[in-house]
């Protein structure tokens, strides 16, 4: 039977009809850098929802970019960590290079430059040798460092001081999460690096987030120093106020806090 309903692809711009409230919640949830899950039964436009509010932030001129995992048929955790790792490469070969109208050459630099402080991170950044190894001038450096910050894959740790949060001196760099550390096949990666990692990213969902010059981290007037079960406090002697975040506690004794603690900001 003909109809003028197009019912087997998502559906947009002129073909998406309502939903003005749930258009609007959405794009500023994504903008707040909210995490949002979308639950409807099968077949009643989700996923139509979700890129008509796409369409509506590129209308705008809201600068974001989309990576898209497919989780069907994923039964393990070496199936979600191939499927993520096509939508790292996904990101930085297409979705960056597209929105920075990179060349193919320059492409293929940015991915080289992912995978280079992906196997060093916590990467404290020597601009001098990356841009000579990358075979591309220093200025443009922090460009790309820049695309691969915003496009969610690192974080940038950067001094505390005033003035824009992009032109601070960033003292590491860090991959987003550990899922990611995993996808990219790190799974010899210190254990001190994914502690900080998670800290960091379950951090800086409600905080901002600085490098400390006594120890790991500092937030407002407080320092933070992360390790493990038997991490000792020498580093915050001198600090004014500051907890040691521990892994492998359960619970919290004076100034030492276990880090699953700070897993419920995330």
């Known amino acids: 039977m003909d109809t003028p309903f197009i019912y087997n692809e998502y559906v947009t711009d002129k073909n998406f009809i309502g939903r003005g409230t749930e258009r609007n919640i959405l794009a500023n949830l994504i903008k707040a850098g909210e995490h949002v899950s979308i639950y ?16 509506d932030l590129k209308n705008e001129r809201t600068q974001f970019v989309v990576a898209m995992v497919d989780m069907l048929n994923v039964r393990t955790l070496e199936d979600f960590l191939i499927k993520l790792k096509q939508a790292l490469n996904a990101t930085v070969e297409d979705d960056i290079p597209r929105y920075a109208e990179m060349t193919v050459a320059a492409a293929a630099k940015l991915k080289k430059l992912m995978y280079m402080l992906a196997q060093s991170v916590p990467y404290k950044p020597n601009h001098t040798n990356l841009a000579r190894d990358l075979d591309i001038s220093r200025n443009l450096l922090p460009d790309y460092i820049e695309y691969l910050e915003k496009s969610g894959l690192f974080n940038a740790l950067r001094e505390k001081s005033t003035g824009d949060g992009i032109l601070q001196k960033v003292e590491k760099l860090y ?15 210190d254990e001190g690096t994914i502690r900080e990692t998670m800290f960091l990213t379950w951090m800086k969902q409600k905080h901002s987030v600085y490098s400390s010059k006594i120890s790991d981290f500092e937030i407002g007037d407080i320092t933070f120093e992360v390790g493990g079960r038997n991490k000792k406090g020498k580093q915050l002697r001198d600090a004014d106020k500051g907890y040691i975040v521990k892994d492998n506690i359960e619970y919290a004794v004076g100034k030492n806090v276990p880090i699953w603690m700070f897993g419920f900001i995330y």
């Open 40 to 55: 409807e039964p099968p077949k009643t436009g989700k996923m139509s929802l979700l890129m008509q509010v796409f369409t």
């Open 175 to 189: 991959l987003d999460n550990s899922n990611i550390i995993y996808a990219l096949g790190l799974d010899k990666a």
